[in-house]
């Protein structure tokens, strides 16, 4: 069955350091999704990309934040510049224009 | 603005019985509803969703949801539970039209043996 994959599955960071997190939605799907869960609290949307533009993000998605599909295959979000806050589970989903995302196992990143 | 408020961050149950998960939204317009499960150290898996149509879904491992509209209600149930349903539960919710998902604060289900 095809899945969303995330590499790395956990990354640690110096606070002020950019991240990329990775992503490999499932092939055929068109819509693409960032989420992220702080330990303790609720996922959160930070934002969905279509068509190679962003269609949707949250208040959490600010200007250190980027997305982008550098190839057929790949998704990414950079963080620029990390915080403390950042600290969190990174989800990436995909979609086939369907109702449902299909999330992947997550990146834990820790900002130390 | 919607929210889902999701009752209950434990719920502990004896194998074989009824699991009720309970889910309620508020939001302007009837959204899109589904839960979702997460196993320990994994993603989330969609276990089933509501759009259109008929108001009881069934999903995979059993689960079923209905809509109840008159009580902005989507709760979750199994007839019998199994060890391996010890997992926690998301209930989210989207508008008509949309695609991001809000969530609840997830239901952690312990089965007892």
């Known amino acids: 069955e095809p899945e969303v994959t995330q590499t790395p599955s956990h990354q640690v960071t110096q606070m002020g350091q950019e991240v990329i997190l990775r992503c490999v939605p499932i092939?055929?799907?068109?819509?693409f999704y960032w989420y992220r869960q702080i330990l303790g609290q609720k996922v959160e949307f930070l934002v969905s990309?279509?068509?190679?533009?962003?269609?949707?993000k949250s208040e959490i998605f600010d200007d250190q934040f980027s997305v982008e599909r550098p190839d057929g295959s790949n998704f990414t979000l950079k963080i620029r510049s990390t915080k403390l806050e950042d600290s969190a589970m990174y989800f990436c989903?995909?979609?086939?224009?369907?109702?449902?995302?299909?999330f992947g196992p997550g990146t834990r990143l820790t900002v130390l | 603005a919607q929210s889902v408020t999701q009752l209950g961050s434990h719920v502990s149950v004896s194998e074989g019985a009824l699991v009720l998960l309970r889910c309620n939204y508020s939001?302007?317009?009837?959204?899109?509803l589904f839960w979702y499960v997460q196993y320990p150290n994994q993603g989330l898996q969609l276990l089933l969703k509501?759009?259109?149509?008929?108001?009881l879904v069934k999903g995979i491992n059993g689960f079923e949801a209905e809509f109840k509209k008159s009580e902005t209600s989507f709760h979750l149930t199994k007839p019998s539970a199994h060890m391996s349903d010890a997992a926690e539960y998301f209930c989210a919710v989207t508008p008509t039209g949309r695609r991001a998902l809000t969530f609840g604060s997830g239901t952690r289900l312990q089965v007892q043996p």
């Open positions: 092939s055929n799907h068109l819509y």
């Open positions: 990309f279509y068509n190679n533009e962003i269609s949707e």
């Open positions: 989903a995909s979609s086939d224009g369907g109702l449902a995302e299909y």
């Open positions: 939001s302007s317009v009837p959204p899109y």
């Open positions: 509501y759009t259109t149509g008929a108001t």
